[in-house]
């Protein structure tokens, strides 16, 4: 073994033919459940903050031949079709300041994976450009390193460069592929014979195309699992989803699930290699197995997910479980799936939120939610899907009673708000506000995640126009993201102390630097948000927005409203019986 494992090394000091990374800030996994979202959103210049909580963020494992400990799920993804193809020996997976130790005269073409490289999410974006001068994000900053220390290595080595990933569209779609050094930009997945074939070229040191259009699997037997170490142990569940939301990429892929076997095989594989927590990637938990069971996509099959989180809680090593992406409606579909999840899941959870979990320890599931608005208007116009089985017309009340559910097993999720959505007006500002205040009115809590509309390729929406400078605006809709991080900190920061440092290092920020970079529409919602003067005086004297109370709808009205045939489809999700008519849904009518 030590021979071999030195024969390895002396090879690739002369380098590895196919070398992948990823950004630092998307490979650790163990610094804390909310540090990747704070890395994407936090402006470059507040890199502090996160060394000051998280102190030792940059420590990552390596493997006894020194590659990655860890790396993005999607990066594992490649790296298994790859090594399948072309043999392990071929490809590593490296952080960015190891590169130069596996890039040598023997290598060929560099893959990277990026998540957000210039900062343009839906969330990422607005964070860090309200504070100013600096508006990439820590990702940002870190992406750039990255092909900073590729470009190094470039100058020593002839290579390709090969750029994927779920944020490679930015590259792209800025035309920046020369500043960055990329040669391709590919758009898809890593199974399809295309990447397989621009790896092949690149192995050949032929030229490559500047873009590729992979194709996307159609068949679950067609999905690649890997089964080493992923970061937050993130093991794909699904692809795709159903509800059409128009703002949505990945609701444009088919809608599969991955086998229950699959799933276990590379949680194993997470424990074995020294992952203790397991997330499962999707953009729905809740339709998984839906098809295979012949129930529509959004009545949860019960029986089957029960199982497949039991099975996981059940893998010796596994000692934390998170939620990726949910929808609200089937928190209203069935109840009780979520109390035996509840019972199930509670204690592997990471996530404290002692402020308003009943759990002794304070421990709360925290899934993400996409709410986005209030206005039934925007609602209809981008995402009617969201509410089936029910209508969209009664989205607010969906919402209410979907977190009166989620609430009441403590679950806490991050609910995403989209601000300046294409012709969103003041009313339909008013009426996201109504429903945040109606949330808090009745008790309800949740973490808002505001964010500026941003048009992604690929979508139904990609020629909508968004808002480029948050000094464009308007006071209501500065109001709602304030609003809504008001109300997050309040679960998000445990003391009264951070709480009132947190509202005065807000006005001190509006002194400044605040009010020149966002304008004169930012002052009053500021200082809703900073708490130094109650909101009903301010809502008094005409300054903010004051909302308007919502009607009671209970989810027996909501229920009512269903169509029959749906109702014994929930039913038959609730017990596990058969569907007199089983039937696929592909998609949404929207």
């Known amino acids: 073994d030590v021979q071999e494992l030195e024969q390895l090394m002396s090879e690739r000091f002369e380098g590895v033919p196919i070398v ?8 650790i996994d163990h610094a804390g459940f909310f540090i990747q979202m704070s890395l994407a959103s936090i402006p470059g210049w ?13 420590n990552v494992p390596t493997s006894a031949d020194g590659s990655a400990g860890t790396a993005p799920a999607g990066l594992r993804v490649l ?12 490809v590593v997976v490296c952080y960015p300041d190891q590169l130069s130790q596996f890039i040598g005269a023997r290598t060929r073409v560099v893959g990277v994976s990026t998540h957000n490289p210039l900062g343009t999410t839906f969330a990422a974006g607005v964070y860090a450009s309200i504070f100013g001068s600096s508006r990439e994000p820590i990702n940002a900053l870190y992406a750039r390193r990255m092909f900073d220390a590729i470009r190094e290595c470039r100058q020593r080595y002839p290579f390709s460069v090969i750029l994927g990933g779920s944020g490679a569209w930015q590259i792209q779609e800025t035309d920046t592929e020369a500043e960055f050094g990329v040669d391709t930009v590919v758009s898809g997945r890593a199974e399809s014979r295309d990447v397989i074939n ?3 070229r690149a192995l050949a040191g032929e030229v490559l195309p500047r873009r590729l259009e992979a194709d996307h699997p159609h068949h679950a037997s067609d999905l690649v699992v890997p089964e080493s170490r992923t970061s937050f142990g993130v093991v794909e569940m699904t692809t795709g989803c159903g509800r059409r939301c128009a703002f949505c990429q990945p609701d444009l892929n088919p809608r599969i699930s991955v086998p229950k076997a699959e799933i276990l095989k590379a949680v194993a594989g997470n424990v074995a290699a020294g992952n203790r927590q397991v997330s499962l990637a999707t953009e729905d938990m809740f339709v998984w197995r839906t098809d295979e069971a012949g129930l529509p ?3 949860p099959n019960r029986m089957e997910l029960l199982d497949l989180y039991r099975s996981i809680v059940g893998v010796p090593g596994v000692k934390e479980v998170t939620l990726s992406h949910a929808t609200i409606a089937p928190a209203l579909v069935d109840p009780d799936l979520i109390a035996e999840l509840s019972a199930m899941l509670l204690d592997r959870s990471p996530i404290r939120l002692r402020s308003v979990s009943s759990h002794p320890e304070g421990r709360a599931l925290a899934p993400l939610i996409g709410v986005e608005t209030g206005s039934v208007r925007v609602a209809r116009q981008i995402m009617a899907g969201k509410a089936l089985p029910f209508d969209i017309k009664d989205w607010p009340h969906i919402v209410l009673n979907g977190l009166e559910v989620l609430n009441r097993h403590n679950w806490f999720p991050v609910c995403t708000l989209i601000v300046g959505s294409p012709g969103e007006t003041d009313d339909d500002s008013m009426a996201t506000l109504d429903l945040l205040y109606e949330v808090e009115r009745r008790g309800l809590h949740c973490m808002w995640v505001p964010s500026i509309f941003t048009p992604l390729v690929r979508t139904r929406m990609e020629g909508g126009e968004g808002i480029r400078e948050t000094r464009h605006l308007s006071q209501l809709q500065w109001q ?3 609003k809504a991080w008001s109300m997050a900190s309040r679960i998000g920061l445990q003391t009264g102390w951070g709480k009132l440092s947190f509202g005065v290092g807000a006005l001190v920020l509006w002194a400044s630097r605040l009010r020149r970079v966002n304008g004169p529409n930012f002052t009053w919602p500021l200082v809703q948000f900073s708490g130094v003067a109650p909101e009903r005086w301010l809502a008094r004297a005409g300054v903010i927005y004051g909302g308007r109370p919502l009607p009671q709808r209970t989810r027996d009205d909501l229920l009512a409203t269903v169509r029959p045939d749906w109702r014994e489809a929930i039913e038959a999700g609730r017990t596990g019986t058969p569907v007199s008519r089983p039937r696929r849904l592909p998609m949404a009518a929207v």
């Open 46 to 58: 507040m890199e502090w903050a996160i060394d000051r909580k998280y102190p030792a963020w940059r």
């Open 198 to 200: 621009l790896f092949s």
């Open 480 to 482: 709602v993201i304030m």
């Open 20 to 27: 992948l990374t990823a950004p630092l800030t998307e490979s």
């Open 79 to 90: 790296e298994t079709v790859l090594a399948g193809e072309f043999g392990s020996e071929a």
């Open 297 to 299: 996509f959004f009545v």
